[in-house]
Nanobody, 116 residues
Framework: QVQLVESGGGLVQAGGSLRLSCAASGSILRAIVMGWYRQAPGKQRELVAHITSGGNTNYADSVKGRFTISRDNAKNTVSLQMNSLKPEDTAVYYC??????????WGKGTLVTVSS
């Protein structure tokens, strides 16, 4: 069992930056993919970015060039640096880890609010 705990959310003005962190209770080296998702009010949860065990990254078109995902295997953390934030980035952000044998873990989320 792996527990994921997000932190770093908050209120920021448009154009500002936030850095989200996801701390895993176990090693993320075993994870096939670690990712960040978000869910805005009234909308479906969507992928923001993910990073594979090999370090390959993938981003939603809406955040390319503004967000950067990274992982620190030694600290068992995955981070999401968010720059040039827009009001439409307002959402609850969730950390996700996909492990072997189809194990899929989620954090409880952290709220990001971007004011205009």
């Amino acid at each position: 069992q792996v527990q994921l705990v997000e932190s770093g959310g908050g209120l920021v003005q448009a154009g500002g930056s936030l850095r989200l962190s996801c701390a895993a209770s176990g090693s993320i080296l075993r994870a096939i993919v670690m990712g960040w998702y978000r869910q805005a009010p009234g909308k479906q949860r969507e992928l923001v970015a993910h990073i594979t065990s090999g370090g390959n990254t993938n981003y939603a078109d809406s955040v390319k060039g503004r967000f950067t995902i990274s992982r620190d295997n030694a600290k068992n953390t995955v981070s999401l640096q968010m720059n040039s934030l827009k009001p439409e980035d307002t959402a609850v952000y969730y950390c996700n880890g996909i492990y072997p044998a189809g194990m899929d873990y989620w954090g409880k989320g952290t709220l990001v609010t971007v004011s205009s």
